[in-house]
């Protein structure tokens, strides 16, 4: 039976409240030692837990945690037998921590607990792997790769010919990495596909004629791609991931498509070819992009939004077609203004005037 992941240091509250600069309960002892995380209501005496919303109050006031972050406004509700360390920012405090205690939790390691080259991989002669590198059974590395040191490749990955994988690196178990240059400290989890052939076709009277893709898919520094997630090589230019952004499970990025640093992807989006997405930029989940819009920086897009326009830099759009939220909103409450006055009578006010 799989166990949960356990924590090989234990924290003082002491060291917690320097890393944090929360500030402990008055009378509180630090020499309390702590080891683990956990939910208000399932932890125990060497657990650490967190507030900040007012619906869980009720689970911090019968918590058993032997600490817990609180905002300002929870602290007397608070109870006696935990450390209280009050801070304005309750759960960045606690991720801190979690951090802190599980840091082989940051990256995935070798699935088959082995170091070096296991026996059972195939890794062309003139691949060349660099110090460190890790690479368990079945994965295949091609003819001219280059993996960086300290990388870990997962059973049964594939890593095409002159890929291009630097340093630090995690690729998971059965994922596809061809025609791609991946930068430092980048996480590819499980059965993502980098680099295949975009969706590219000429129709005509006898038949759909392929368009060839003939450019690469570059995921810069720090980015981390979620299971199962595809990224389609360029077609006439390259598809670039900027450095930092989050790519959830289960994304579709085409080709040609750039992508801003640090965005993040929420599952089931889908971003067609040849998109330009800016900085920081927040995709819902199931958001479906059309091809050849721009997305601004730090532009928001709701889940299930459908862009099928242009969104400027720092706009929060919603809904289907995608549109600025707060004319979206207006338009879902006519909508039911509309429908709680029921079929329209004679009285009533002539269409387009809601006065």
Not at 127 to 143: C, K, M, N, Q, Y
Not at 233 to 247: A, F, L
Request: glycine share 12%.
């Amino acid at each position: 039976m799989a166990e949960t992941l356990q924590s090989r240091r234990e924290l003082t509250i002491e060291q917690i409240a320097a890393m944090t600069h929360a500030k402990p309960r008055a009378g509180d002892p630090l020499d309390r030692r702590i080891g683990n995380i956990a939910p208000l209501d399932t932890a125990v005496a060497t657990d650490i837990s967190f507030i900040d919303n007012s619906r869980y109050l009720d689970a911090l006031a019968a918590t058993r945690a032997g600490a817990c972050f609180v905002g300002p406004r929870f602290e007397a509700a608070a109870p006696k037998g935990a450390v209280v360390l009050v801070t304005p920012q309750p759960y960045p405090a606690f991720v801190a921590v979690a951090r802190a205690l599980f840091p082989d939790a940051l990256r995935p390691s070798s699935l088959f607990g082995v170091t070096g080259r296991s026996e059972d991989a195939r890794v062309h002669p003139t691949a060349r792997l660099e110090a460190g590198v890790t690479v368990d059974p079945f994965a295949v590395i091609g003819p001219d790769a280059e993996i960086g040191a300290n990388t870990v490749i997962a059973p049964g990955a594939v890593i095409g010919p002159g890929v291009r994988i630097g340093r630090d690196c995690a690729i998971g178990a059965n994922a596809t990495i061809v025609h791609a240059m991946i930068g430092d400290r980048v996480i590819v989890h499980a059965g993502a596909r980098i680099g295949l052939d975009g969706f590219g076709y000429l129709p005509s009277p006898k038949g759909h004629q392929k368009i060839p893709q003939t450019r690469r898919v570059i995921v810069q520094d720090d980015v981390e791609i979620g299971a199962n997630s595809t990224i389609d090589r360029g077609s006439t230019r390259d598809t670039v991931i900027g450095e930092g952004s989050k790519i959830d499970n289960l994304v579709q990025i085409g080709h040609n498509t750039s992508i801003g640093r640090h965005c993040v992807l929420v599952s089931q989006t889908g971003i067609s070819g040849s998109v330009k997405v800016g900085d920081y930029v927040m995709m819902g989940g199931q958001v479906g992009v059309a091809d050849h819009f721009t997305i601004g920086d730090h532009a928001m897009l709701a889940a299930r939004s459908g862009v099928i326009t242009d969104v400027p830099a720092g706009a929060r759009y919603n809904g289907w077609p995608a549109q600025p939220a707060r004319e979206w909103l207006r338009g879902v409450m006519w909508l039911r203004r509309m429908a709680r006055r029921g079929p329209k009578s004679e009285g009533d006010a002539p269409d387009g005037d809601d006065s």
